[in-house]
């Protein structure tokens, strides 16, 4: 196919690279150069320049040297046009370039500077602008900020359009054959039932289009492929690169045929011989390739990354078109017309509610229409937070809140002006600073935790609107978007005196003028305490206002008094499958349900947990059956008793609705934010093991017939009364089914636990309270639950787990509890609070370690899964449940391929359906992100393959899932049986409530998970600081491939501590030998797999967000071992 263009090389005098050959045909590989070369021909050229750049000044005003011009007689001669611009164009262009918001492009897009008449919305406070930003702005700027010399200057791939200084991105250039104005031009929509570009990894293979986003630089690209966790791709500029997953924020599929994409990259040809046909030649004879055969490797690559880049350039216009469409519409009014009622609360926003608002439903599934919103929002970071997970999952944003926009903008202005406010709140801050340190020198590590016996003025107005900005940067981990007020805490900082010193170290730790310096200055304020986790702080979590209802419902429990509903009384009352003892027959009816309960009679309930746990909703019991086909008891009735809280609660009570704006429990070091107020748990005996009225306790009880092969023969699911339970802890039950007592796990203890505070644990059996009997049901229930695991692992089962450390808190609440709001006046704390970290167990073999699960921790976790399995077996048309899914990996060149998968399976262990997680990292297998949905799906990793699905139904009060779960199961058994079921008046349970439950559970419950995690590792990198001596003979293994971090100019890779539970990153200044064979050059694959690989490592360096920085201990390097 002839091209209209010819792609002239400005480097005639050296053999002319491949990338030359990759966008020209055969026949125009011999074309000479029509650009000047040397002196004398510039000087006959200069008139003609001078004469271009006077035509163009605003694209040109900037090119008047040799290798600009150069450039621009190279793209001259390609017909290269720049757009025509009027005088009142040129003018605009040039204050939208100097203010660095658009680049040289084929064609303008300007934000119209008038809203649609009908949207005369308010703008955000003091806001200057809203950054409708052009295509040409947003891509390519990937790794390229203020460093176009990072571009390969010898590739005809990229022409510079100007050097030295002046920073352009690359031009777009013309490939031919696809025409952007054509009517034949492709369109990409949604597919039906996905939102676009928020799919996560789901899909993703060749031909998709994605934008790669890491600060504030981005870049976007054809995929080529996927290996592991990293993608190849084709750039704008025709070159292939190489990046990770973690860096694709937006995903548009099928935007080139797969087929098509996958042959810009030739597996057969080294991209390394591929860039420089010197090296081909100069290869050995044996290895060398035909000259024809590379020259049509090179033409139907060079064809490939042709069609991409148009591809590209096609996608770049209409993202243009859509940014002024956008713009008129008024997308510089979405934050007013979004944002949280509540001045001080944030809100959420998609580019799908806003591309609906402001053009309608029908332009919802125009997948550029809401890229070109997607880079608006991301733009403007100050008003619109984006998180990477929300943007991969649901492409969401968070609004910042009113009044934190308002305290940005104003502290903003007064550190532009060096204000009277800036210089108070600099020298008290101080002060403050200077006290705090002197405090911490000279008060004892080993005293027990209290305040300091100082005193300073209060916070004055203008002072906690800088702790608010500097809150506001510390909770802002902006890996995805520009940081627009790094500055303020540059300012201050540096005004303050006492950081300089720690900023300017060559090694660790040195400080960073950015959010860490701003968490620094917040805990030697005394605003947030040195183990607390900023995360804490989120707004979007809500955590504030819900550690205020806890501390309310502690001081004065509102629910001490028992809750009845209302009596259902319609139908007549059926009889109990058994007879009830006269106490419980004479009882009210407290719920809908109980006509329908069976009476357990006195068969035992295990209750297996741990001894400090505060909810216990889970007990299991074993019924032996005779199987006549067979010679004694081969069959089992396994029941799952469930705490039932529906007895009392119905969807539409203030209590459930509560619990459904916290959705779980979160448990916490040192505190527990309850769904459900302990004091309603305690009135009402909703725990398992507290005997309620009569001597009983009402469950919801799931019941499986198994045989020995762990088949599933009958199923029953009803409200049920359990009369004999006994609670046991998991070290007892796992010293009864492995004969032995498990080793105690190591623990790590600073301060001195307060006497005042003993440790309260509840009642639990021991050893001889437990008699023959006792083991031998244990036992049975072993029996079955590995059945269970050996049939789950048959059906594609396939786990992996990390074990991690947990933090026990012994100090006064009073002193350890978070801090979320800002004090009136410094309050600064001395010694050391009390807290015991328990580790996880040494792996003495990887290949048996049972990855921090017990055989007691492994008999209830498979009867919670069978429960759960049980659930979607009701068969009932209007059941809705909140179905867990999660779709198994993909064997393609997206996340991994068949033999992998078949490599993990053999080092499977079939007793526990757990792999090492090193072998599971070697393998490179991802699986997609779990989710939730109204119709049951395959959960892949359980090994749930049937169309029953699995649903979570065993924590009700601890899960709002869970709770409703209950809700929706003795529902259908009522309506099953002519009853009516539970008061409803806010329709809980009805289709579209439901869906949006379902919504929050995949947006919200992940986040509240997080902030956990990092208390956690808060608490971990706290204690750490004050026990050196848990820090020496660590080992690290290798979870990823080295990866050279330009920034830093040094070697990371992912490994994870076995001694502490902890993920930590391995730097490394060169590139050793001991992993150099693991590292990927471009996109070439490594040619040594190092991932399992255990180093002896040592910690250098915890940053502010307590991330752990490890090196090579090369004293100990003869102890490095593979651990799969």
């Not at 500097?470 to 981990?477: E, K, L, N, P």
């Not at 309850?674 to 009402?698: C, H, T, W, Y």
Request: net charge positive; aromatic share 6%; hydrophobic share 40%.
């Amino acid at each position: 196919m002839a091209h209209r263009h010819l792609r002239v090389t400005l480097f005639d005098q050296h053999p002319k690279p491949i990338s030359h050959r990759l966008h020209s045909s055969p026949a125009q590989l011999s074309s000479a150069p029509t650009t000047p070369t040397n002196r004398t021909q510039w000087q006959s050229f200069e008139p003609i320049a001078q004469q271009l750049i006077s035509i163009h000044r605003a694209f040109y005003n900037r090119s008047h040297h040799l290798p600009s011009a150069q450039r621009w007689e190279a793209l001259r001669a390609q017909g290269y046009k720049p757009a025509k611009r009027s005088p009142l164009e040129v003018k605009w262009w040039e204050e939208e370039r100097r203010r660095g918001r658009v680049q040289p492009d084929h064609q303008i897009s300007r934000p119209l500077l008038s809203p649609r008449p009908s949207r005369k919305l308010k703008s955000p406070p003091d806001r200057k602008s809203f950054t409708s930003t052009t295509s040409s702005s947003q891509l390519n700027t990937f790794g390229l900020s203020r460093s176009p010399s990072m571009i390969r200057k010898d590739s005809p791939d990229v022409i510079d359009l100007v050097g030295g200084a002046v920073d352009f991105g690359s031009p777009d250039l013309d490939y031919g054959g696809l025409d952007f104005d054509s009517s034949d031009s492709p369109t990409w929509t949604a597919s039906v039932g996905q939102s676009p570009g928020a799919r996560g990894f789901s899909g993703l293979q060749a031909g998709s289009f994605i934008e790669l986003r890491r600060t504030n630089q981005s870049e976007t690209g054809i995929v080529v492929s996927v290996i592991g966790s990293e993608v190849i791709y084709v750039s704008r500029s025709g070159e292939i690169r190489l990046n990770s997953l973690d860096n694709v924020m937006y995903i548009m599929h099928h935007v080139v045929e797969s087929s098509a994409a996958r042959k810009a990259v030739d597996p057969e040809v080294s991209l390394e011989r591929l860039a420089d046909p010197t090296l081909m030649a100069s290869s050995s004879t044996k290895s060398a390739i035909d000259r024809n055969l590379f020259d049509q490797k090179a033409t139907a690559i060079a064809d490939a990354r042709k069609h991409c880049c148009r591809t590209l350039r096609v996608i770049d216009a209409k993202l243009d078109r859509c940014h002024a469409i956008l713009t008129k519409a008024g997308s510089y009014n979405l934050y007013n017309h979004f944002k949280h009622a509540e001045p001080g609360k944030t809100a959420q926003l998609s580019t799908e509610e806003g591309v609906r608002f402001l053009l309608g439903h029908q332009h919802i599934s125009d997948e550029i229409m809401l890229f070109a919103l997607h880079q608006q929002l991301m733009a403007n970071s100050d008003m619109f937070i984006a998180n990477a997970r929300e943007m991969r999952d649901q492409s969401a944003f968070s609004l910042q809140s009113e009044e934190t926009l308002e305290a940005l903008y104003t502290v903003r202005e007064w550190v532009a002006r060096d204000s009277m406010e800036l210089k108070l709140f600099v020298d008290k801050a101080r002060r403050v600073i200077e006290s705090n340190q002197s405090l911490q020198k000279s008060s004892g590590a080993s005293l027990p935790l209290r305040l300091a016996p100082v005193s300073f003025a209060s916070w004055t107005p203008s002072d906690l609107l800088f702790i608010k900005v500097f809150r506001t940067i510390a909770i802002t981990q902006r890996m995805i978007q520009d940081q627009p007020l790094n500055t303020v805490v540059a300012a201050v900082l540096k005004k303050i005196e006492l950081y300089d010193e720690r900023a300017m170290l060559k090694t660790w730790p040195v400080l960073t003028f950015d959010r860490f310096g701003a968490i620094v200055l917040l805990r030697d304020i005394g605003v947030l305490p040195a183990w607390q986790s900023v995360g804490l702080w989120d707004p979007s979590l809500d955590l504030k206002s819900r550690y205020r209802a806890y501390l309310t419902n502690k001081a004065n429990p509102a629910h001490s008094k028992p809750l009845r509903t209302i009596p259902i009384t319609s139908s007549p009352a059926h009889h109990h499958p058994k007879k009830r003892s006269a106490t419980k027959r004479d009882s009210p009816i407290l719920d809908p349900a109980d006509v329908l309960r069976h009476d357990f009679g006195d068969m035992p309930v295990y209750i297996i947990d741990d001894p400090n746990a505060e909810e216990l909703d889970d007990g299991v019991s074993i019924e032996l059956v005779e199987d006549s086909a067979h010679s004694g008891p081969q069959l089992a009735w396994i029941h799952v008793h469930i705490a039932d809280p529906t007895t009392c609660l119905h969807p539409s009570h203030p209590i459930a609705l509560e619990a459904r704006r916290y959705l779980e429990t979160l448990y916490l070091p040192g505190f527990t934010l309850p769904m459900l107020p302990p004091g309603f748990i305690q009135a009402n005996k909703l725990s398992l093991g507290v005997d309620g009225e009569g001597g009983g306790q009402r469950t919801l009880t799931f019941s499986a017939l198994l045989d020995q092969t762990g088949n599933i023969l009958d199923h029953k699911i009803r409200p049920g009364f359990i009369n004999c339970t006994k609670q046991v802890i998991y070290d007892l039950v796992t010293t009864i089914l492995d004969g032995q007592a498990s080793p105690p796990a190591p623990t790590l203890t600073i301060g001195q636990p307060s006497a005042s505070k003993p440790t309260e644990n509840r009642p639990t059996l021991t050893l001889d309270q437990l008699d023959d009997d006792d083991r031998t049901r244990l036992k049975q229930l072993a029996t079955f639950a590995a059945a269970l695991t050996r049939r789950r692992v048959n059906d594609g089962a396939l786990g992996w787990n990390l074990p991690t450390p947990s933090v026990s808190v012994h100090d006064s609440p009073g002193l350890i509890h978070p801090r979320f709001s800002i004090p009136a006046s410094p309050k600064l704390l001395v010694g050391t609070p009390a807290v015991t970290i328990r580790l996880p167990g040494p792996i003495v073999d990887h290949r048996t370690h049972r990855w921090g699960l017990s055989s007691a921790q492994q008999l209830v976790s498979e009867f919670m899964i069978l429960a759960g399995r049980l659930a979607g077996r009701v068969l009932e048309p209007d059941l809705l449940l909140p179905f867990r899914t999660q779709p198994p990996p993909e064997l393609n060149d997206v996340t991994g391929n068949a033999e992998a998968l078949a490599m993990v399976r053999k080092q499977l262990s079939p007793d526990t359906g757990l792999v090492s997680p090193f072998v599971f990292q070697r393998a490179r297998i991802k699986f997609l992100p779990a989710s939730h949905a109204l119709q049951p799906h395959p959960h892949a990793p359980l090994g749930v393959e049937d169309r029953f699905g699995y649903c979570k139904v065993t924590s009700p009060l601890r899960r709002y899932s869970d709770l409703v779960a209950h809700w929706q199961l003795k529902s259908a058994l009522l309506r099953a049986s002519g009853r009516v079921g539970y008061p409803d008046p806010q329709a809980i349970l009805s289709q579209a409530r439901m869906q949006e439950l379902v919504g929050r559970l995949d947006r919200e419950t992940k986040a509240v998970q997080i902030a956990g995690r990092k208390l956690q590792r808060s608490w971990m990198s706290y204690v750490l600081s004050r026990a050196p001596a848990a820090l020496k003979k660590l080992r690290g293994v290798v979870c990823s491939e080295p990866v050279l971090v330009r920034f830093t100019n040094m070697w990371s890779m992912k490994v994870y501590i076995p001694e502490l539970g902890l993920k930590a990153s391995l730097v490394a200044r060169e590139r050793e030998d001991w992993f150099a064979g693991g590292t990927r050059v471009g996109a070439e694959p490594a040619t040594e797999d190092i991932v399992g690989l255990c180093v002896p490592v040592k910690v250098v360096y915890v940053n502010e967000d307590d991330h752990f920085v490890v090196e090579l201990e090369r004293e100990r390097i003869g102890e490095m071992k593979m651990m799969v």
